[in-house]
């Protein structure tokens, strides 16, 4: 498992790709777990101009996808970083997940219209 002094290294480089990407893009869209408040402050420290968006699933939605998908995280492993989650306090939307790509899709639509 990752401690946070290594997310802390990898969001060091998150922010700074995002930082790159701000000098020649006006608008970005960045998709990163941020399972730790500390790190969305951090983020929000940065970045005063983000919206933070939760993805939110079902537990079985997530494993049968997980499986499916046949992703690089065990069900075990998803299991943890659950436990580490901790839910959004600073300001922020949900996206309920459960239902696939085209009602994901339609709620963007919503959220930026």
């Known amino acids: ?11 060091k480089i998150v922010v ?7 000098k020649e893009h006006r608008n970005i869209i960045v ?3 941020l399972i730790k ?19 939110k ?3 079985d939605v997530m494993a049968r996808r997980l499986t499916e998908r046949g992703h ?9 970083l659950e436990s580490f ?9 949900v996206l309920n997940n459960n239902d696939g790509e085209q009602e ?5 639509k919503h959220l930026i219209n």
């Open 1 to 11: 498992m990752i401690s946070d002094e290594g997310r802390l290294v990898f969001y």
């Open 16 to 22: 700074d790709n995002i930082k790159k990407l701000e």
């Open 31 to 33: 998709s990163q777990a």
């Open 37 to 55: 408040e500390k790190f969305r402050l951090m983020m929000l420290e940065q970045f005063p101009q983000a919206k933070f968006i939760w993805l």
């Open 57 to 59: 699933a079902d537990k």
């Open 72 to 80: 690089f995280l065990s069900k075990r492993y998803a299991d943890q």
């Open 85 to 93: 989650f901790e839910e959004p306090q600073i300001d922020h939307f």
């Open 104 to 108: 994901i899709v339609n709620q963007m």
